[in-house]
């Protein structure tokens, strides 16, 4: 199994060790996002070029806040 090695921010470490619980390890946190995106990588590889890091970043983004809100808005309509 690979052990990559890399920098991160500070401030996105601290946010990433806001996101664990007690006890739990970043690593997990780290695995997660990278499953997350190898899942959206294939799909988005469809209107972007894999270099456009940024470009795909916010699409993700949008998606994602646009997904919540008709999520929300679904289940506040049917109460």
Same mark, same amino acid.
């Given at each position: 199994? @690979?052990?990559?090695?890399?920098?991160? #921010?500070?401030?996105?470490?601290?946010?990433?060790?806001?996101?664990?619980? @007690?006890?739990?390890?970043?690593?997990?946190?780290?695995?997660? @996002?990278?499953?997350?995106?190898?899942?959206? #990588?294939?799909?988005? #590889?469809?209107?972007?070029?894999?270099?456009?890091? #940024?470009?795909?970043?916010?699409?993700?983004?949008? @998606?994602?806040?646009?997904?919540?809100?008709?999520?929300?808005?679904?289940?506040?309509?049917?109460?």
């Amino acid at each position: 199994m @690979a052990k990559p090695s890399f920098n991160i #921010d500070d401030e996105v470490e601290e946010w990433v060790s806001s996101r664990l619980i @007690a006890g739990q390890s970043k690593s997990v946190w780290y695995r997660y @996002a990278v499953k997350s995106i190898m899942q959206c #990588d294939p799909v988005i #590889d469809e209107i972007f070029e894999r270099y456009q890091y #940024d470009e795909r970043q916010e699409f993700i983004e949008e @998606a994602v806040k646009r997904e919540v809100e008709r999520r929300k808005n679904e289940v506040n309509g049917g109460n």
